[in-house]
């Protein structure tokens, strides 16, 4: 079974802190994912990578970066964070996207920016 | 951008009913895919389905795809009060873009 962790299922931190939110996946994917989840939004995406190394951003990659050093592992990392990157963060990640193939979800992480 | 929007926002049905879920999106996709959140939790995945595909069965649910009419519709028969979570569905757009997931609709199972 792919397991897809993350490294914390609870995280509080204060304004203007720089965090880092590390994301795993054991099943060799190509493809990773970050999303952030708020009520009555839904998901949206904020990067993701297709390859060690390679990043693209996605609907709302503003206040966020990230790191592809191994293809195992896809970071996000906020500079500096704000209050309104409160938020459930969920990392997935995907075979690869030369057909078509479902995401596996970690467990999310619960960001309180305080 | 949001391509996929769920109907109802949210569904309350007794154990043992079927509950139906819909989604419609916007442009031409590749696939769509139902996936479901317990509360709290991440996301799993139920089902893909293929634009060149109508209907599609596994277990107790049954998805429909209407590429004409851009929607399709989750079907979970005889549910159970474990069935109670969101229900999400995602497009993979024509041009290998990254799914793109809808607002989801929380469905509750009454036992």
């Known amino acids: 079974d792919v397991k897809v962790t993350q490294s914390s299922r609870y995280l509080v931190k204060r304004t203007g802190e720089k965090v880092f939110l590390e994301c795993v996946q054991d099943?060799?994917?190509?493809?990773m994912f970050w999303y952030r989840q708020d009520p009555g939004l839904g998901l949206r995406l904020i990067y993701f990578?297709?390859?060690?190394?390679?990043?693209e951003k996605g609907d709302i990659p503003e206040g966020y970066s990230v790191s592809r050093e191994k293809k195992e592992r896809f970071s996000l990392i906020l500079e500096s964070a704000s209050t309104n990157q409160t938020s459930m963060y969920l990392c997935a990640s995907m075979r690869d996207s030369s057909s078509s193939y479902e995401q596996y979800f970690g467990p999310g992480t619960r960001l309180t920016v305080t | 951008s949001q391509q996929g929007e769920e109907d109802p926002q949210a569904l309350s049905i007794q154990e043992g009913e079927n509950a139906t879920m819909n989604c419609s999106y916007k442009t031409s996709i590749n696939n769509l895919q139902w996936y479901r959140q317990n509360s709290g939790r991440g996301l799993v995945h139920l089902i893909l389905?293929?634009?060149?595909?109508r209907e599609k069965h596994s277990g107790r649910l049954r998805v429909t795809l209407d590429t004409s009419k851009k929607s399709s519709s989750l079907l979970i028969t005889a549910s159970r009060a474990a069935d109670t979570a969101s229900y999400f569905c995602a497009t993979e757009r024509v041009g290998n873009t990254p799914l793109v997931f809808g607002k989801g609709t929380r469905l509750s199972v009454i036992a």
């Open positions: 389905i293929r634009s060149n595909e």
């Open positions: 099943m060799d994917h190509e493809n």
């Open positions: 990578s297709y390859d060690v190394k390679m990043k």
